[in-house]
């Protein structure tokens, strides 16, 4: 910025650039959630009329209200399962002296680089060996397979930030390795597991390729109906689903980010 207070003109066309880029990337959000409170029976934009009725049909529908559940379960133990897995793994690589460690990391993280089409393949052909298939075991074993990778990067991350001399020092004043993991290195990464967490629920929550290969009609989610009814039908109801998903999304980043600064203030002295 020039010092009369203008913005200088390579300043100004960065500022343009921002601008378009992310009315680019928000505009497709808006016009689905506009669309979403269409009255007519088909998608218009923008809306003629103005309608709760696609939101009463998402609610008042078995035929949504159960994929949306087991979804919800479906992340809710792939949280879990991925949180632990992944903050573990993060800290033994992070904090572990052996060799092969940086082979083992990038193993551990492949899955984010493997196509998921490939991964799905594979995993169908091996739960298919152990009769697992179409079964909600199916869908959160896959899915910490593929949500595990982003909570060690995001741990691994907040890991080599952190002080390791803290953890020595509480080993030294007599702490086991247990005690100095809990009461030490868990609640200086703490905002990075939870992170991890919400992210891991959300890519379950949302994810369709491995659910269409290893759900079945005992284990639809929401997004592997949501692909069943593109393919053959349009239904509006699909735009009201798209503005609640997008808001689940923002809730629980929000929600992460208000438990992680109320954490903090308690932790000050």
């Known amino acids: 910025m020039k010092p009369n207070g203008r913005l200088s003109p390579g300043r100004a066309v960065l500022w343009i650039f921002c601008a378009l880029l992310l009315t680019f990337l928000i505009a497709p959000i808006v016009v689905i959630v506009i669309t979403s409170f269409n009255a007519n029976p088909y998608l218009e934009f923008p809306p003629r009329a103005a309608s ?3 939101y009463g049909s998402f609610f008042s529908s078995a035929h949504w209200v159960e994929p949306t559940l087991l979804s919800a379960k479906i992340a809710a133990i792939t949280m879990i399962l991925a949180t632990l897995l992944g903050t573990g793994a993060a ?32 995993l169908y052909f091996l739960f298919s060996s152990y009769h697992v298939l179409g079964t909600p075991l199916a869908l959160c074993l896959g899915h910490t397979v593929i949500a595990t990778p982003i909570v060690i990067v995001i741990v691994a991350a907040a890991l080599r930030l952190s002080d390791p001399s803290m953890e020595l020092a509480a080993r030294s004043l007599g702490a086991n390795f247990w005690r100095a993991l809990w009461f030490v290195t868990i609640p200086s990464i703490k905002s990075a597991v939870l992170s ?74």
């Not at 060799?99 to 393949?121: C, D, N, Q, T, Y």
């Not at 609640?244 to 809730?251: D, E, G, Q, R, S």
Request: glycine share 6%; charged share 20%; aromatic share 8%.
């Open 52 to 54: 709760l009725r696609w």
């Open 91 to 122: 800290i033994g690589i992070v904090r572990g002296r052996f060799r092969a460690k940086r082979g083992l990391e990038l193993f551990l993280v492949s899955p984010i680089v493997v196509p998921i089409v490939v991964l799905a393949l594979g």
């Open 196 to 269: 991890g967490a919400a992210f891991a629920f959300l890519i379950s929550f949302d994810e369709v390729v491995v659910a269409i290969f290893l759900g079945g009609p005992d284990a639809t989610t929401l997004p592997k109906r949501m692909w069943e009814t593109i393919r053959f039908e349009i239904d509006p109801t699909l735009t009201a689903i798209s503005s609640l998903l997008t808001l689940i999304a923002v809730l629980v980043l929000v929600c992460v980010e208000l438990v992680r600064r109320a954490a903090d203030l308690v932790s000050r002295p």
